[in-house]
């Protein structure tokens, strides 16, 4: 028996087996060097970069906002593919972007959280280290008690650091960090920095533990050894970021479980700062609700008592 093709007229017979090109075309049935997921992602990543170059279009017209709004619908979408790694240097470009206009239109907050949430996706983004680095050593000489929470010096030093350990880049981000570097180290030879308050400090843990007792919801320190004394602590100290991701209220036992070697650092508020910053005077304990964050959590929220690092 033959297969006549009798839509088209034609008599000539035809296999009654089905062929590779008889097959529906569907992904599952297509054979790529690359794997599906890679297809995919590299597929996504075209269409990201695309609408990038839209967006930028409407910032060249001048419409700042719309930008923004832009950029955030791409960042809101994204939350799902945090782990891709093809997504991470690309949505880090998309942070970099939103906070220069926030930047340019004299948010600096903004630009701050921005630049910062660059780094989480792609901790070694140059040009994300050399603005914060610059950000940090402008705001350190500016007293308006309302910067006194933004980090100084110290975290300054720590961003252009990084910088220049930075292989991807331009060159003149690269000459930009080596001149942040210069600049630093005229500030240290001329004893500058020490008429400037310390509102933030520097930690390198190289192992565990270290030392540092915190408070599981405020983030605290309740209790040092005379090693973290030694690195300038302080009870009452305030820690804000690990590495580069900022700590959110009773997240830092779960952003600890993801650090267990040693190599990273800790960003701490100074104590006087951070009393101001919380309100009231330091009181380790429960009876101060202010910064304990008692009541602040869900009670079935399993945390413990204390934090050790």
Excluded at 74 to 96: N, P
Aim: glycine residues 6%.
């Amino acid at each position: 028996a033959v297969v006549e093709d009798v839509d088209s007229g034609s008599s000539e017979p035809k296999s009654p087996y089905m062929g590779p090109n008889d097959l529906p075309l569907k992904l599952k049935n297509v054979q790529v060097k690359q794997k599906p997921d890679e297809v995919k992602n590299h597929i996504a990543t075209k269409v990201l970069q695309s609408r990038m170059n839209k967006i930028r279009q409407l910032e060249d017209l001048g419409r700042y906002e719309d930008a923004l709004a832009c950029y955030e619908n791409i960042l809101e979408g994204s939350k799902k593919s945090w782990v891709r790694k093809e997504y991470r240097a690309l949505m880090s470009d998309v942070c970099i972007c939103a906070a220069g206009i926030h930047h340019r239109l004299g948010r600096l907050r903004l630009a701050i959280k921005y630049w910062e949430l660059a780094l989480t996706f792609f901790p070694m983004h140059t040009v994300g280290h050399v603005n914060l680095a610059n950000v940090y050593m402008n705001v350190s000489f500016i007293k308006d008690p309302r910067y006194q929470d933004i980090p100084d010096l110290a975290a300054s030093a720590w961003h252009t650091k990084k910088a220049l350990k930075c292989v991807v880049g331009s060159e003149r981000v690269r000459d930009r960090a080596k001149e942040l570097d210069r600049r630093l180290e005229w500030i240290r030879v001329n004893g500058i920095s020490k008429l400037i308050p310390t509102k933030s400090k520097i930690v390198h843990i190289d192992q565990r533990p270290y030392g540092i007792i915190a408070h599981p919801r405020s983030h605290r320190i309740l209790k040092l050894s005379e090693r973290a004394r030694g690195a300038g602590l302080e009870v009452g100290d305030w820690i804000v970021m690990v590495n580069t991701l900022r700590l959110e209220r009773g997240k830092l036992h779960r952003v600890l479980q993801q650090f267990n070697g040693s190599n990273w650092d800790l960003r701490v508020i100074a104590r006087d700062y951070a009393n101001n910053m919380m309100g009231g005077g330091y009181k380790p304990g429960k009876e101060h609700d202010r910064w304990t964050g008692e009541g602040l959590f869900p009670q079935e929220e399993a945390l413990p008592d204390e934090i050790l690092i």
